[in-house]
């Protein structure tokens, strides 16, 4: 069933089939094949959503720090970028009382 699953995630990912004939075609193979298919095309999107979520984040704090604080330095933004989303989360609040940049992520 494994092997099954990464082949959908393999499909899903890399094909470029519409998703309502891959639904269909998995469908016709029975009702577990329809299943996975569906369970795997759930955790993509859902995994498409939190990396869009992050990217909004972090645009955001860009934005932020860059109004507040002006240019930023390299170092900064590698920071940022790789933070997750409660670093970001926390930074952002923190970018509203912060006098610094060093305040903000530390």
Not at 7 to 23: C, F, K, M, R, S
Not at 61 to 67: A, D, F, G, P
Not at 78 to 88: E, S
Request: cysteine-free; glycine content about 6%; proline content about 4%.
């Amino acid at each position: 069933k494994n092997d099954f699953i990464t082949l959908l995630t393999y499909i899903e990912t890399v094909g470029e089939a519409p998703t309502d004939e891959l639904h269909d075609l998995f469908a016709q193979l029975g009702p577990e094949a329809e299943e996975a298919y569906m369970t795997t095309a759930d955790m993509l999107r859902a995994e498409g959503e939190a990396r869009g979520e992050a990217r909004g984040r972090t645009e955001a704090l860009v934005q932020l720090l860059t109004l507040k604080f002006g240019p930023l330095p390299q170092s900064t933004l590698d920071t940022v970028h790789t933070a997750t989303i409660d670093q970001l989360e926390t930074w952002t609040t923190r970018v509203l009382t912060a006098h610094t940049l060093d305040e903000v992520l530390h």
